[in-house]
């Protein structure tokens, strides 16, 4: 793959070091990714302030067409795009349910051209004899972005677009797993910026404090784990940072006696195992009731029983391997957790044979709280299947739990998954699906799943202060 450089004030920088990027399917050597150090950081950071200046005034529809044109230029390149992300972050191209790395970029489009839509107008507080009052949506000025990497392109611009679409200047910073995409997306986004509007800086974990501490940035968007976003809030208070942390779940959902397990086994296990189940929305608990808990077990292992796990440039992969070998770790210590509390392997279990991070789709059943496997996140493709008799009591169970990023229910009565919808605490629930998304729709976690919301009007909103305008009538 080819070369790569830090992208500030519209210059391609060239480091001095660089560190590896490794395709997780086969530890091969992807791409050398440039090393940035803390004064290329304030340079990125002086250029986007410079070009706030600039930027904050350009018009609303200059913004709104650079807007489209970025996503115009994410199709155009979307192959290589594409490509790349299947070597970095190990989605396949294709994928199950369509939902690999062509539909990342395909997202990634489609949301630069919804967020160029998206319109602040002024609005009126009050008209009468003595005063006008006009309610203005001021851009807040250098906003410092924070990827994860298991969506890493689709999260960039989740970040990116209402920052630019709304006047503020950014510095981005991927993660050190998966910055290659994001590189590319920025030096795409150059052709069409202003210079210092749109900044990039890659480098390993300890680039992230060095930005969230910074005097020079002005809101921090964050998508990451829970661990992490506590730091960048203690780290984020010395000029008082605005934050939208979005962090992460461990989403239940709940599957009624009356459901047509047939039916709805495939939407379960699409929505489970999304990406390798490193999806922060995914369905991560799933309780089923006793009436059907066998038979939705049995429909669930078919299922992963005619999977393909592999490298995901090969045809016909529908998963591809863990993204790295830390969370690897993770995902073999909460399946031998599993297995010490009593748990019963459907499928998988076991990490398979290098070279790559591979993990088997692994269902677990006979599992309650109390194991890790339940009451953690374990972001990686292992499902636990929890049996219940009461709906009272498993609603109870499924908010008895920090995360609160998403939740669902399963039935064929819409009525009663719609009461039963209400009574979870989380930011988005779904009735009869999981997981799915949309630009127009506000998403964002309750509880330690991080607050403020992205997305939609009341997304844009969060890049921008409200400026309260007195304008006398004599
Ligand atoms: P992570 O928190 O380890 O890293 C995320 C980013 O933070 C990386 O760019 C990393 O370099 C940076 N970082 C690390 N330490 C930092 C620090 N002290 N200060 C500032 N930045 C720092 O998360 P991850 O492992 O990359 O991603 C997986 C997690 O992300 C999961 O918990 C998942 O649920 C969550 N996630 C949440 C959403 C959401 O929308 N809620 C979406 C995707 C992922």
Same mark, same amino acid.
């Given at each position: ?126 008209? %009468? ?130 459901? %047509? ?214």
């Amino acid at each position: 793959m080819g070369n790569f450089g830090l992208i500030i004030n519209g210059d391609r920088v060239v480091t001095a070091s660089s560190f590896d990027v490794i395709n997780p399917a086969t530890e091969e050597l992807v791409a050398k990714c440039p090393l940035a150090e803390a004064a290329h950081l304030d340079q990125a950071i002086d250029a986007a302030r410079s070009a706030f200046s600039l930027w904050s005034q350009v018009s609303n529809e200059e913004r709104k067409a650079a807007v489209h044109k970025i996503g115009d230029l994410l199709e155009k390149h979307g192959g290589e795009l594409a490509g790349m992300i299947t070597e970095e972050q190990g989605k396949p191209l294709g994928g199950f349910a369509g939902l690999g790395a062509q539909y990342e970029i395909g997202g990634a489009a489609a949301w630069c051209h919804a967020t160029a839509e998206l319109e602040l107008p002024v609005k009126i507080a009050q008209d %009468d004899e003595n005063h006008r009052i006009e309610l203005h949506r001021k851009p807040l000025g250098v906003v410092g972005s924070i990827t994860p990497w298991n969506w890493p392109l689709l999260i960039a611009i989740w970040h990116v677009m209402p920052a630019i679409r709304s006047g503020n200047t950014v510095v981005i910073k991927p993660s050190p797993y998966t910055p290659l995409s994001t590189l590319r997306f920025v030096e795409l986004a150059n052709q069409v910026l202003p210079a210092g509007v749109l900044n990039i800086v890659t480098g390993q974990d300890d680039l992230g404090p060095l930005m969230t501490g910074h005097a020079g940035i002005d809101k921090i968007v964050f998508t990451g784990s829970t661990v992490t976003g506590k730091k960048i809030m203690q780290s984020a208070a010395g000029n008082l940072k605005r934050l939208t942390l979005e962090l992460g779940g461990n989403d239940a959902g709940i599957v009624l006696p009356d459901v %047509d397990v047939e039916a709805v086994a495939p939407g379960i296990f699409a929505s489970s195992f999304i990406n390798s189940g490193q999806t922060c929305a995914a369905l991560k608990r799933l309780y089923v009731h006793e009436d059907i808990y066998d038979d939705m077990c049995a429909a669930l292992k078919n299922i992963a029983d005619n999977a393909t796990v592999g490298n995901g440039l090969d045809e016909g992969i529908d998963f591809g391997p863990v993204q790295n070998r830390p969370q690897l770790s993770i995902v073999e210590a909460m399946a031998k957790d599993a297995k010490e509390k009593g748990g019963r392997f459907l499928t998988g279990g076991i990490s398979q044979e290098g070279p790559g991070y591979f993990f088997p789709l692994t269902l677990v059943a006979d599992v309650k709280e109390g194991c890790r496997l339940v009451d953690e996140e374990p972001f990686g493709p292992i499902l636990p299947i929890i049996k219940y008799s009461d709906l009272d009591e498993v609603i109870s169970r499924a908010n008895d739990n920090p995360s609160g990023l998403g939740g669902s229910i399963w039935s064929s009565d819409i009525e009663q998954a719609n009461q039963l919808a209400n009574r979870l605490e989380c930011g988005t629930v779904w009735i009869n699906s999981h997981a799915g998304i949309q630009p127009n729709v506000p998403f964002g976690g309750v509880k330690q799943s991080g607050f403020g919301v992205e997305f939609s009007t009341e997304g844009l909103e969060e890049y921008t202060s409200i400026q309260s305008v007195f304008i006398p009538k004599k």
